[in-house]
């Protein structure tokens, strides 16, 4: 069996089951960190002193872990974290991004402690040549006060 029908046997067997992780407390440096690093020069982005700093919406799209870092047995040899494609830790597979859709609910605001919901949706065999897997996961951010981003990530496994 091949490395990308492993994932795909395996996939299918975590289909509809949710996983949850606690992101922590979003802390206004590192929000104006991801900000500039991301391009912006608006000061009300980039500046957490200043007292209309604001979270950029991306930046909790962005969050895979709290923080804190993670220890180096967390990544996969290409970098990307070993779960975040599931079904694909410890396989020798190439991974691309096949597509992202956000929706926005409320703001992200400094001191929002972040829970992630994340459940993979589907899992589909595509290509007529040399056959891949398309990946769907769905995930839910949220704060106390309720649902902050919703997002639907596409992954490509070959």
Do not use: C
């Amino acid at each position: 069996m091949s490395a990308w029908e492993v994932a795909e046997e395996r996939a299918r067997a975590v289909v509809g089951r949710p996983e949850h992780r606690n992101l922590g407390v979003v802390r206004a440096e590192d929000a104006a960190e991801f900000a500039r690093s991301a391009g912006e020069t608006s000061p009300h982005l980039i500046d957490p002193g200043r007292p209309d700093f604001t979270v950029h919406p991306m930046y909790i799209v962005s969050l895979l872990r709290g923080a804190g870092g993670v220890d180096e047995g967390e990544f996969r040899p290409d970098g990307m974290y070993r779960d975040e494609v599931p079904g694909t830790d410890g396989l020798e597979v190439r991974l691309m991004a096949g597509g992202q859709m956000v929706r926005f609910n409320d703001e992200v605001r400094v001191g929002d402690r972040i829970e992630v919901r994340r459940v993979l949706t589907d899992v589909e065999r595509k290509g007529s040549g040399t056959p891949f897997l398309l990946l769907t996961v769905e995930k839910t951010y949220a704060a106390e006060r309720g649902t902050l981003a919703w997002v639907r990530e596409r992954f490509i496994v070959r």
